[in-house]
């Protein structure tokens, strides 16, 4: 990658547009003229082309266990490094992690960190997955790309925490890297997307549908807003959707909690999350997980063929782990998944 400035970095994916340069690397494809940013906030046109504002510029580093993206059938228990930097192509108004996904005008803080010292550190912490997490993969893609390329020489899994809205050419240029993806699907309702998020829901739909093809493991969370996409046909409607792109896809519902600018609306009551888990598993969804509730059952993984107790969670922390070489011990039923690390 070109370096035209100190840490300023020449963007992929764009084009010229007539007197202006078109990013192709999310779905809003926006135009810029000179000194122009994106709408993610960290790309921006300077002397005459597209430049990355957050190339090696990761705000917030650490070593979380891999059940935190969530990645449930991934490695459990693995060590996994996790980074991110400033800005999202997304402006969802109940956004979690809104403090770095959201921030805009400062995109260059944070101190300069190759991708080499970043792979370097997850080795040091002897992680086996790095995960570009926390805000969005998307927007700081060239680091992402870098980064990944260097874990995949070293042995290091790869892993994308992502909301999906990424343009097919983006996607085909990580996917030779990718290991594991945990899609962030937020509603199934263009209007919610349009509206809410600022995006649209089919781009989310045909990356959860390249992902898998591509034999990347995909897992899929859908944050359980009250009042925005919490009725009984819009989760059958999720549920659905996953099952018909592969049923050992595992769907994570999570509890909502008021932030950013969604202050107005209760959490979401706990029997919600309890239908939503159950309109997955009869949509034949073979693995469904609660998010943000107190540990119990709907945290655990089951065997889909007899039903016995396989993997036990409490929290991120894994108690009891019966999986072994992807079968289940007792029936010998095969567990969806990516169980043995790299060699």
């Given at each position: 990658?070109n370096?035209?400035a100190?840490?300023?970095?020449?963007a992929?994916f764009?084009?010229?547009?007539?007197?202006?340069?078109r990013?192709?690397?999310?779905?809003?494809?926006c135009?810029?003229?000179?000194?122009?940013t994106?709408?993610?906030g960290?790309?921006?046109?300077?002397g005459?082309?597209?430049?990355?504002l957050v190339?090696?510029?990761?705000?917030s580093v650490?070593?979380d266990?891999i059940?935190?993206?969530?990645?449930?059938?991934?490695?459990?228990?693995?060590?996994?490094f996790s980074?991110?930097?400033?800005g999202?192509?997304l402006a969802?108004?109940?956004?979690?992690?809104?403090?770095?996904?959201?921030?805009r005008?400062?995109p260059g803080r944070?101190?300069?960190v190759?991708p080499?010292?970043?792979?370097?550190?997850a080795?040091?912490?002897?992680?086996?997955?790095?995960?570009?997490?926390?805000s969005?993969?998307?927007?700081?893609?060239?680091?992402?790309?870098?980064?990944?390329?260097?874990?995949q020489?070293?042995?290091?899994?790869?892993?994308f925490v992502?909301?999906g809205?990424?343009?097919?050419?983006?996607l085909?240029?990580?996917?030779?890297?990718?290991d594991a993806?945990?899609v962030?699907l937020k509603?199934?309702?263009?209007e919610?997307?349009?509206?809410?998020?600022?995006?649209?829901?089919?781009p989310?739909?045909?990356?959860?549908?390249?992902l898998?093809?591509?034999?990347?493991?995909?897992?899929?969370?859908?944050?359980?807003?009250?009042?925005?996409n919490d009725?009984?046909?819009e989760l059958s409607?999720i549920?659905s959707?996953?099952a018909?792109?592969?049923?050992?896809?595992?769907?994570?519902?999570s509890?909502?909690?008021?932030?950013?600018?969604?202050?107005d609306?209760s959490?979401?009551?706990?029997?919600?999350?309890?239908?939503?888990?159950?309109?997955?598993?009869e949509a034949?969804?073979n693995?469904?997980y609660a998010?943000n509730?107190p540990a119990g059952?709907?945290?655990?993984?089951?065997c889909p063929?007899?039903?016995t107790?396989?993997?036990e969670?409490?929290?991120?922390?894994?108690?009891?782990?019966r999986?072994?070489h992807g079968?289940?011990?007792d029936?010998?039923a095969?567990?969806?998944?990516?169980w043995?690390?790299?060699?």
């Amino acid at each position: 990658m070109n370096r035209r400035a100190e840490h300023v970095f020449q963007a992929q994916f764009q084009s010229r547009d007539g007197d202006m340069i078109r990013c192709g690397l999310c779905p809003h494809g926006c135009r810029l003229n000179e000194g122009q940013t994106g709408l993610c906030g960290v790309r921006s046109v300077q002397g005459g082309t597209l430049v990355s504002l957050v190339y090696g510029r990761p705000v917030s580093v650490a070593v979380d266990p891999i059940e935190k993206k969530p990645l449930f059938h991934f490695l459990p228990g693995a060590e996994t490094f996790s980074y991110a930097t400033v800005g999202c192509n997304l402006a969802c108004a109940f956004c979690q992690n809104h403090s770095l996904s959201q921030v805009r005008g400062e995109p260059g803080r944070g101190k300069f960190v190759p991708p080499a010292a970043l792979v370097e550190a997850a080795v040091q912490e002897r992680s086996q997955v790095i995960a570009a997490t926390y805000s969005e993969p998307t927007v700081f893609f060239e680091y992402a790309l870098d980064v990944a390329r260097l874990a995949q020489g070293r042995g290091i899994r790869n892993a994308f925490v992502t909301n999906g809205f990424i343009s097919p050419e983006a996607l085909d240029a990580v996917l030779p890297y990718l290991d594991a993806a945990n899609v962030d699907l937020k509603a199934f309702s263009d209007e919610t997307y349009r509206k809410v998020c600022r995006g649209r829901l089919d781009p989310v739909l045909a990356t959860i549908r390249r992902l898998r093809e591509a034999g990347v493991w995909v897992e899929v969370t859908t944050l359980i807003v009250p009042g925005m996409n919490d009725g009984a046909g819009e989760l059958s409607g999720i549920a659905s959707f996953l099952a018909s792109v592969d049923r050992d896809i595992p769907w994570h519902v999570s509890r909502f909690h008021p932030d950013y600018r969604m202050l107005d609306r209760s959490p979401t009551p706990p029997a919600t999350i309890e239908l939503a888990c159950r309109l997955g598993r009869e949509a034949g969804l073979n693995h469904v997980y609660a998010g943000n509730l107190p540990a119990g059952p709907l945290e655990n993984t089951f065997c889909p063929g007899c039903n016995t107790l396989l993997i036990e969670r409490h929290g991120f922390h894994v108690a009891l782990n019966r999986v072994a070489h992807g079968q289940c011990p007792d029936c010998a039923a095969r567990i969806a998944g990516v169980w043995t690390p790299a060699s």
